[in-house]
């Protein structure tokens, strides 16, 4: 599937600015107001960017719209975006997402990504994923980390030693999304790849499922 680029008029309706790490802990930070001017919607290296086994994905296993979102559990924006993504993967049986752990805000966040992304291996990323975006306040450390994976049905002990005895890998993921978001030359969270086609932050809500619709008519596709 080869992307096309978006009528100007469409894409000066997504311009949102994202979240950079001068937003960290500020979780009550209000939605940036609209760009002045469009920004260019470019194709990325999409399939470079779905062929890392690490990374997980939420939705269609089967899909013709996958969304690669990049992603801080700090980041008020994504936290804002959240809603609108579990309910595009409720309703719409043919989007999955992947989720690209980048982990922008200092330690706290790199703890909860880290703990996301070992939570995979008990079948509990989703569960994690939620309840940090979730969380009304930001996380500040272990502690934060530890009640709100519990709250999600953990299994502490195995995720401490998931969490050691893979490491290596988790690491690897985690460098490998930021040298992603380097070479695309990414400003902040969150960060959009749909089939290709590049949002560089937060959309207005209620906009997503919008946004998937032209894409997907735009590149042929059928719900």
Known sequence: MTPRTLAPAFILALALAACGPADAGNSAAAPAEPAQNPLSIVPTGFNDLLRDPGVP????????VTIISFIDYNCPY???MQPDLTALVQTDPKVRILYKEWPIFGAPSQLAARTAIAAQFQGKYEAV???FMGSPTPISGEADV???ARSAGVDMARLEQDMTAHAADIDAVLERVSA???AMALRGTPAFSINGQMIPGALPPGQLAVVVGQIRSAQGGAR
Do not use: Y
Not at 57 to 63: D, N, R, V
């Open 78 to 80: 994504c936290k804002q």
């Open 57 to 64: 994905f939420i939705g269609a296993a089967e899909a013709d």
């Open 146 to 148: 530890e009640r709100l």
């Open 180 to 182: 992603e978001a380097t």
């Open 129 to 131: 994923h939620n309840a």
